[in-house]
């Protein structure tokens, strides 16, 4: 099965293209697809990627890694938001709740939000 995602990044093909080494797995991976298109109304590049890259076990294994956050498309879909802001701010952006980034993994064991009462 593969995984397909796209997204609108506001930058110039040439400046997103360029930017492809500095991203993560699995958008650096052998065997990923990617291709650029103008984003309409010129709101700067559509980048699609196609991940071909199957989950072991079935059906089953599907349900467990969506389960784990380990499945491809949802890899997949972290590693192009990541990108996108990558690119357009110059950094992966990170709050206190998930230091580690916006990750499907972690936000299943993420703490939920409370007042900081050091400042008290």
Same mark, same amino acid.
């Given at each position: 099965? $593969?995984?397909?995602?796209?997204?609108?990044?506001?930058?110039?093909?040439?400046?997103?293209?360029?930017?492809?080494? +500095?991203?993560?797995?699995?958008?650096?991976?052998?065997?990923?697809?990617?291709?650029?298109?103008?984003?309409?109304?010129?709101?700067?590049?559509?980048? +699609?990627?196609?991940?071909?890259?199957?989950?072991?076990?079935?059906?089953?294994? $599907?349900?467990?890694?969506?389960?784990?956050?380990?499945?491809?498309?949802? +890899?997949?879909?972290?590693?192009?938001?990541?990108? $996108?802001?990558?690119?357009?701010?110059?950094?992966?952006?990170?709050?206190?709740?998930?230091?580690?980034?916006?990750?499907? $993994?972690?936000?299943?064991?993420?703490?939920?939000?409370?007042?900081?009462?050091?400042?008290?």
């Amino acid at each position: 099965m $593969k995984a397909r995602s796209a997204v609108t990044i506001n930058r110039s093909q040439q400046e997103v293209a360029s930017q492809l080494d +500095r991203a993560e797995s699995p958008l650096t991976d052998d065997g990923v697809e990617i291709s650029y298109a103008e984003a309409p109304g010129d709101r700067g590049t559509e980048m +699609r990627v196609v991940l071909d890259q199957s989950v072991p076990g079935g059906p089953i294994g $599907k349900a467990a890694a969506a389960v784990a956050g380990t499945d491809p498309q949802r +890899r997949l879909d972290d590693a192009l938001r990541r990108f $996108k802001q990558l690119v357009e701010t110059g950094e992966v952006l990170r709050s206190d709740g998930s230091p580690e980034g916006t990750d499907a $993994k972690q936000q299943r064991t993420q703490r939920p939000a409370h007042p900081d009462d050091s400042d008290v």
